[in-house]
């Protein structure tokens, strides 16, 4: 079973945090934050307008995103984590 997004929802994979700051030092999982940096897995066919056609959105799958830390939905569906939210949530799309 797959886990598709409806409407302007994104599913997202948070990447994980680093284990060292750059200047050497180990950080302990106690310290560690949630990251606000993911993978999109999947997105919905995007927003209804008021004539109830679809507006596709902006982020695609396999885009690495910014989000706020606090937003979305976490789900753990087949022993993964993901993160659930709006395309408004997302705070920028990073470029490789």
Do not use: C, W
């Amino acid at each position: 079973m797959k886990i598709r997004p409806l409407h302007d929802r994104i599913l997202i994979q948070r990447l994980e945090e680093k284990d060292k700051t750059s200047g050497g030092i180990i950080i302990p999982d106690s310290a560690k934050e949630k990251p606000a940096e993911g993978k999109v897995v999947a997105v919905g066919p995007g927003k209804v307008n008021d004539a109830g056609n679809y507006i596709d959105l902006q982020v695609k799958k396999g885009d690495i995103v910014l989000f706020s830390k606090y937003g979305g939905t976490d789900v753990r569906h087949e022993g993964t984590d993901y993160l659930i939210l709006r395309e408004d949530d997302v705070l920028g799309v990073i470029d490789n």
